[in-house]
C-alpha cells in the first residue's frame, strides 16, 4: 500500500512563494493521478490542483490559476505544488492525495491521503 509523505509548508508573508511536496513510498508515483487539496479552519477540504498518471494533464481550481504550478519527479517519486503569490485566504493545511484513474476534484475519490502540511500567508 502506497504511502504518501509531505514536506514543506510554513509560514509566509503575502505575494511571496512556498513549495510543498508529497513523495510516494511503496509505489511509483507513475502510477497514480496525484493531487492536492487544503482545508482552512472551519471549511470543507478542496480541490486545488491535480496531475494525472500519464503525466499529460493537469488541471486547477480558477482560484489558483497563474499562481500555483503542479509539477512532478519521477526519478524521486515526488510531486510538488509550487505556491507564488500568496494571498491570506490561501492559508489552509495542504493535503496530497493519490488515485488510480482520471483526475478527480472530489474528495471522495481518492484512495490515499498524506498528513497534511500547514501554509500560513500573513504579515
Known amino acids: 500500500q502506497v504511502q504518501l509523505v509531505e514536506s514543506g509548508g510554513g509560514l509566509v508573508q503575502p505575494g511571496g512563494s512556498l513549495n510543498v511536496s508529497c513523495t510516494t513510498v511503496?509505489?511509483?508515483?507513475?502510477?497514480?493521478?496525484m493531487a492536492w487539496f487544503r482545508q482552512a479552519p472551519g471549511k470543507e477540504r478542496e480541490f486545488v490542483a491535480a496531475?494525472?498518471?500519464?503525466?499529460?494533464?493537469?488541471r486547477y481550481t480558477d482560484s489558483v490559476k497563474g499562481r500555483f504550478t503542479i509539477s512532478r519527479d519521477n526519478a524521486k517519486n515526488t510531486v510538488y505544488l509550487q505556491m507564488n503569490s500568496l494571498k491570506p485566504e490561501d492559508t489552509a493545511v495542504y493535503y496530497c492525495?493519490?488515485?488510480?484513474?482520471?483526475?478527480?476534484?472530489?474528495?471522495?475519490?481518492?484512495?490515499?491521503w498524506g498528513q497534511g502540511t500547514q501554509v500560513t500567508v500573513s504579515s
Open positions: 511503496g509505489d511509483y508515483v507513475t502510477s497514480y493521478t
Open positions: 496531475f494525472s498518471a500519464s503525466g499529460g494533464f493537469t
Open positions: 492525495a493519490a488515485r488510480h484513474g482520471p483526475t478527480s476534484t472530489s474528495t471522495s475519490m481518492y484512495d490515499y
